[in-house]
């Protein structure tokens, strides 16, 4: 036991020694963005893209210039385990512990809508890249996002179906208890009568989660007369409901939402689906400039193309360093800093984001244009072209 | 106790703390943490700062030496850059969680056994409400002391509270009926629903239930109400579980449970009106540190009486032997039903507390997630044990916040350590314990 004592002593001092010796890294000179990510729990590859597409953009610019004095980039990722309560956690550590000048993610509305209170109740700018609930920046000024909305994806379909498609008569079919399906399939219906006036749309044909048998609904959509059938679904029910739709002899075109481009939609669907359209954040093959320069730096580092995921979180994150840069110089107060940051993201105009230029609303939400991608032979999600409010 | 000169010297070491604490009552370390955390409060900042620490640690140190550990970690799976400097950082927080905490803790316990004692035995004098209200009101002001410190730790107390309620409530059915029940985070989501229904739906204004129908100033004074008509109403879904599964046992009541959790999860999936998916945000901020405290030491000590009780002792015979229990005239069914609808009321109330804590609820956060989380707190702090439940959700509250910055490996040393103590200790860290609260809040007599 004293022999023990002696060395835990011993030990100790030599813990203080080596502390004084420890110098403190010039913490003024840094810049600390939080990432609140799922990088554990049921959607690991949500983190784990926004994760890569983070570290690619801190290695291209460790530094940042801000009102003519260089900063250093400091990104921390936290995991939020894609939990609402981890995800309230994280952010509050985040910005009470360290300290950071701003929050990117999260990134699913499970866990943006509760994290954006907590982000707004301490005034510290966030942006969800990924969320579609419009109560994740409703009433909180200091929250922004970098996707489109749902109540815009719908006119998108809508026009893009009236001016390409030269559809005068629309049928939907949609998963009536999910929330996505249900909300887009409605928003799509009141822009697309909203052109061609009331009954235009002839067929709203609706299923249950979970449902493999759409005949039923199919034959109301061919005895309706539709030129077209818009299909907000899951890339898992997509197959299914083209396949049904080709057995009852289906040859008009089928248009699809955003939720086509996740996860494994060719490798399901394989030849039937080429052919048809959808609306979504951005385009892979056949992409321009930065986009193609982000896309091929992405496939070159990880060995994959990246998802809508990280083409969000790169624009997400772009738009915070520019806000920081537009402020014109950093007082070192945080908390005047990010409010000043908040500032700046509210009055960005047409920021030049690789998933299409932004401004936002007064709710925070991005005015960006919409790609429809047309899905080619090789099984590409090819640009087709890109679709803005009317 | 002459063994000590035949055990392992650790051993040794060990016995000797336990004799050196033995004399200290809960009222000492009551004491002692208040101490600390004054302590704390006053030099906690200044001695981060000398000893270089970035930031005066918040979690007893524990999360900044893992983050360090992470580092560590990373470098070598990965290769990420790593600072060297950093690792200073794990012998400057034991240093801190020393001089902090330890020292202080051990200094004033020893020197307040005598007063401490003479106190509690003065308070023995008084109904136990007396000296119940003295040392809870003590330990309210501890946990405020600590946790006005930071926000993070505040957050993270409330969870953890709201964690011991739920883990309780499941421990009723798992350990003390000796059932296995996945129920229970449905009975939470019914609890966080209807709490939410009731605050929100009343006295405030949303898109999803509509505008406010009263607007009282004193509006948080229906907190408790809505609290238990959210208990109540899990009840409720717990008896529609009950009746049809208490003719099964074992397996089979698992799985039916396991049922009603996926029913429930797909009930508020569908029901537009309660927001749906998307589900319902905006609950009014009531759930503040002391209405937590509140609700979850009565709920603790309801549930205590509950399981000491006739009725506890019936609900282990019928645990142990079900044919035998009923051959000595004990009614089971309605023993079973009563414990079962018990526990299912606290869970609501922990979902209540829980959807008021986050100010958000949507069914995504009753999946099977959360059950495997309440089980492993039930299993891993120990059944049939009040103490089990407190210990085991404490302890995996802290380490998933501890372990965090290990990302995808903390899901490796978790389940390690549950196994771990399901492989010593098959029944949880400690188990069939009996909770008696005079003696814990009582003097410490030793021979």
């Known amino acids: ?390 | 106790m002459d063994q000590t000169a035949t055990l392992h010297p650790t051993e040794g070491m060990f016995l000797r703390i336990g004799h050196f604490f033995k004399p200290v009552p809960l009222m000492g370390y009551l004491a002692g943490f208040l101490v600390c955390v004054l302590w704390e409060q006053m030099a906690g900042d200044g001695l981060s700062a000398i000893l270089g620490l970035p930031k005066m640690p918040v979690l007893f140190g524990i999360l900044t030496i893992f983050k360090v550990v992470a580092g560590v970690v990373n470098l070598l799976i990965k290769g990420d850059a790593f600072d060297w400097a950093t690792l200073v950082q794990i012998p400057t927080a034991l240093v801190y969680l020393t001089v902090i905490y330890l020292v202080p803790l051990t200094l004033v316990c020893r020197l307040s056994v005598k007063p401490a004692n003479a106190l509690a035995r003065f308070l023995q004098g008084f109904p136990l409400i007396v000296t119940a209200l003295v040392q809870l009101g003590l330990m309210y002001a501890v946990l405020h002391i600590w946790a006005g410190v930071s926000d993070y730790r505040l957050i993270t107390l409330k969870l953890t509270l709201i964690a011991v309620l739920f883990t309780l409530s499941l421990n009723i059915i798992n350990g003390y009926m000796g059932e296995f029940s996945c129920s229970h985070p449905g009975f939470m989501a019914i609890g966080a629903y209807m709490t939410s229904l009731f605050t929100v739906g009343l006295f405030t204004s949303d898109k999803v239930l509509g505008d406010a129908v009263f607007s009282v100033g004193a509006a948080y004074l229906s907190f408790p109400l809505a609290l238990i008509f959210g208990g109540i109403m899990a009840a409720l879904g717990a008896l529609i579980v009950a009746i049809p599964s208490f003719k099964t046992r074992g397996d089979y009541l698992a799985i039916i449970s396991l049922a009603f959790l996926f029913i429930v999860k797909s009930f508020f999936e569908n029901m537009q009106s309660l927001g749906g998916s998307r589900g319902i945000g905006g609950q009014p901020n009531w759930a503040t540190l002391p209405v937590i405290f509140i609700t979850v030491a009565f709920g603790v000590w309801t549930i205590n009486n509950f399981v000491t009780s006739t009725m506890g002792k019936a609900l282990n015979a019928v645990r142990d032997d079900e044919t035998a229990a009923e051959a000595m005239t004990v009614d089971t069914r309605k023993t079973k039903m009563a414990a079962f609808l018990f526990g299912a009321f606290w869970a609501g109330v922990a979902g209540g507390l829980l959807a008021h804590v986050l100010r958000y609820v949507n069914p995504a956060m009753f999946s099977v997630q959360k059950l495997a989380e309440v089980l492993a707190m039930v299993y891993f702090g120990g059944l049939n044990s009040v103490y089990g439940s407190i210990v085991g959700a404490v302890s995996i509250s802290l380490l998933g916040e501890a372990l965090r910055p290990l990302e995808i490996l903390k899901w490796i040393v978790i389940p390690l350590l549950l196994i771990l103590v399901m492989v010593y200790r098959p029944t949880g860290l400690i188990a069939f314990k009996e909770f008696d609260v005079r003696q814990v809040f009582g003097p410490k007599e030793v021979d």
Not at chain 1, 97 to 126: C, F, K, W
Request: hydrophobic fraction near 40%; charged fraction near 20%.
């Open chain 1, 1 to 390: 036991m004293r022999k023990f004592s002696v060395g835990l002593v011993l030990f100790l001092a030599a813990a203080m020694v080596f502390t004084f010796a420890a110098i403190d890294a010039d913490a003024a000179d840094t810049i600390k963005i939080g990432f609140n990510i799922p990088l554990t729990g049921d959607n690991p590859d949500v983190g784990a893209s926004s994760k890569n597409s983070a570290e690619m953009y801190l290695k291209k610019k460790p530094k940042i210039e801000v009102g003519g004095k260089s900063y250093d980039l400091t990104f921390i990722f936290d995991d939020n385990e894609y939990k609402a309560e981890s995800a309230v956690k994280v952010s509050t550590k985040l910005i009470t512990e360290e300290g950071v000048l701003g929050i990117i993610g999260p990134q699913s509305s499970s866990q943006a809508v509760p994290a954006g209170d907590v982000a707004n109740n301490y005034a510290t700018p966030m942006i969800s890249p990924w969320s579609t609930n419009p109560n994740t920046t409703l009433d909180r000024p200091y929250v922004f996002r970098g996707c489109f909305l749902d109540p815009f994806q719908g006119p998108v379909s809508a026009n893009f179906a009236t001016d390409e498609l030269s559809a005068k008569k629309a049928a939907v079919i949609y998963d009536i208890a999910a929330d996505y399906p249900k909300g887009l399939a409605e928003f799509f219906k009141a822009a697309f009568e909203g052109i061609h006036g009331p009954g235009s749309v002839v067929a709203f044909e609706s299923f249950t989660t979970g449902d493999k048998d759409f005949s039923a609904q199919m034959t109301n959509i061919m005895m309706s007369g539709a030129d077209v059938v818009f299909v907000p679904q899951y890339y898992s029910e997509v197959p299914l409901i083209v396949r049904a739709a080709k057995e009852m002899g289906w040859t008009k075109p089928i248009l699809g939402s955003d939720s086509w481009g996740s996860g494994d939609l060719m490798g399901l669907c394989g030849d039937d689906c080429k052919g048809y359209y959808f609306s979504t954040h951005y385009a892979a093959a056949g992409a321009k400039g930065e986009t193609k320069a982000f896309i091929d730096e992405y496939t070159a580092t990880y060995g994959k193309t990246p998802d809508d995921v990280a083409a969000l979180t790169w624009d997400a994150l772009g738009l915070m360093i520019q806000a920081i840069k537009n402020t014109g110089g950093l007082s070192g107060d945080i908390k005047a800093d990010r409010t000043k940051v908040k500032d700046a993201l509210a009055s960005i105009q047409n920021f030049p984001g690789i998933t299409g230029g932004m401004t936002f609303t007064a709710d925070g939400d991005p005015k960006k244009c919409a790609v429809v991608v047309k899905i080619n032979d090789a099984g590409q999600f090819e640009f087709f072209k890109s679709v803005c409010p009317k």
